[in-house]
């Protein structure tokens, strides 16, 4: 098993920025590459961004490229989703994933993906 903890949401103005955290515990989690979603209200989960279960690679939806930035801490495996440039419509309830499989870039559809933290809340005002 994999346990995944999302923190670091909140409020912030159109513009602002936030630092998403997801820390991880269980099995060896070198193996699965780790990814961001999100799921605003009425909408379905969508991919946001993942990095490489080894590697490091990254890879992003194209309505946040350039904003968002994935990253993992190698000490922990800790992985980060550093959020720029702000936008309303990234209002959004936040979950981190794993996923095992040497697939890359890793499947888009939030079903396919093996583990999930609770979520954390990013609301962005106008």
């Known amino acids: 098993q994999v346990q995944l903890a999302e923190s670091g949401g909140g409020l912030v103005q159109a513009g602002g920025a936030l630092k998403l955290s997801c820390a991880v515990s269980?099995?060896?989690?070198?193996?699965?590459?780790r990814g961001w979603f999100r799921q605003a209200p009425g909408k379905q989960r969508e991919f946001v961004a993942a990095?490489?279960?080894?590697?490091?690679?990254?890879y992003y939806a194209d309505s946040v490229k350039g904003r968002f930035t994935i990253s993992r801490a190698n000490t922990n495996n800790t992985v980060y989703l550093q959020m720029n440039s702000l936008k309303p419509e990234d209002t959004a309830v936040y979950y981190c994933?794993?996923?095992?499989?040497?697939?890359?870039?890793?499947?888009?559809?939030?079903?396919?993906?093996?583990?999930w933290g609770q979520g954390t809340q990013v609301t962005v005002s106008s």
């Open positions: 994933g794993a996923h095992v499989s040497y697939q890359w870039p890793p499947p888009l559809s939030y079903v396919l993906w093996d583990y």
């Open positions: 269980g099995r060896t989690v070198s193996y699965y590459h």
């Open positions: 990095i490489g279960r080894n590697t490091g690679r990254t």
